[in-house]
């Protein structure tokens, strides 16, 4: 099933829980992203309850504490993604988009040259 591009502060959030172990508590998560910025634990329960409606998380409550599990993986969360963009963005043709980042200097000769033998490798087996 196709999930919906998230919004940056819950892609935060689900970045947060994709990096520690899960299940991961409330705290856990909370503790994780204060390492960049304070959050409020309201907030944070707001957060969590949305990705959880929207089928990014499992939630389990053990005693006074709430686990959350993620459902979307963080690779497959950046695969859809990147679809979902490159489609929008190019409608498709990889040529262009590669086109693209070369003219804008975002990929280099060598870059493209990884990228021909990956062709290659994928298209031989």
Known sequence: MEKQKLPDTELKV???IWHIESPASTSAVREELQ?????????????????VRRGFLQTEKQGKSRYYTPL??????????????FQKWTGGSL???VACLYVNHSVTKEDLEELKA???????G
Request: aromatic share 10%.
């Open 35 to 51: 390492k960049e910025r304070p959050w409020n634990l309201s907030a944070l329960q707001t957060l969590l309850g949305r990705l």
């Open 14 to 16: 689900m970045q947060a």
């Open 72 to 85: 979307v993986t963080d690779e497959d969360y950046l695969a859809e993604d990147s679809r979902r963009y």
């Open 95 to 97: 040529r262009d988009l």
């Open 118 to 124: 990956f062709i290659e490798d994928e298209t031989e």
